[in-house]
């Protein structure tokens, strides 16, 4: 097991921002978006090293888009990918939401480079800790860097052994 921490807690050098908290930090209508905040804004004031992987930047936007499209579909009735392929100006109007959460991530936060070993340990986490590909390449992009602390609001990196991670109750 991790070790669980609250956002309150002593904080690591280096903490990995995972993508659902980069979500509840710029979702103005997330359960947790006002901790998200103040959260990041301590991880800044107190100087801590943010970095993130390109599977937080490909699952932030996904999650913009689809979440447009899916909006877009319950108004029209269509399924979602026909308004993907029917309408591209919803897909090019979510996509002014996600350069502006890129830019604010480029600003907050270093990326990480997937590496061949982060991509080997990923699918050794998969197994050993049964994380979803996404989720064990977030903890083995980070643990290839030396990385230990997460932010997240998903419970299943707790089953990691070896970690620290920050979370709201």
Known sequence: MSERRNFH?????VIYWNTSFVIARWDINDPFHHECVAFSQRLMAEGVVCVVSDFTYNEFAF???HRELLRESRRTGQWWRNVLRNQPHVFQAAMNEV???RAELERRTILLPVTETAHDLAFTLMRQYNLLPTDAYHVAVALDAGVSAFVSLDEDLLAVDGIAVYTCP
Do not use: F, S
């Open 63 to 65: 999650h913009i888009i």
């Open 99 to 101: 350069e502006i959460v």
């Open 9 to 13: 807690e002593a904080l690591e050098p």
